[in-house]
């Protein structure tokens, strides 16, 4: 019933920009938290930005300032803004909804950032 699609990975130098997306569905997303979790190879995985209901956000700080979670209500939508992106930022994305007790991720979204 939930479904949760990634997209907007890709390919990009050290110090460009991406935009993620992440479409919802079978949920009334308004009433949801929302984050944006990354995980790199060898590492654990680990949550990078929040985003609640009524729009309050939080970052790990080795994305604040540089990474911006928002969410489209209307259009079911999540979104992660990256600039000055680093090599460092290269992960898989995953956008993950929380209905307590539960948490749903989709496929990921593979982000390269090169040297």
């Known amino acids: 019933q939930v479904q949760l699609v990634e997209s907007g990975g890709g390919l990009v130098q050290v110090g460009g920009s991406l935009s993620l997306s992440c479409a919802a569905s079978?949920?009334?997303?308004?009433?949801?938290?929302m984050r944006w979790d990354r995980q790199a190879p060898g590492k654990q995985r680990e949550s990078v930005a929040f985003?609640?209901?009524?729009?309050?956000?939080n970052y790990v700080d080795s994305v604040k300032v540089r990474f911006t979670i928002s969410r489209d209500n209307v259009k079911n939508t999540l979104y992660l803004q990256m600039n000055t992106l680093k090599t460092e930022d290269t992960a898989v994305y995953y956008c993950?909804?929380?209905?307590?007790?539960?948490?749903?991720w989709g496929q990921g979204t593979q982000v390269t950032v090169s040297s």
């Open positions: 079978g949920i009334i997303f308004s009433f949801n938290t």
């Open positions: 985003i609640n209901s009524i729009g309050s956000t």
């Open positions: 993950r909804l929380t209905i307590f007790p539960n948490d749903y």
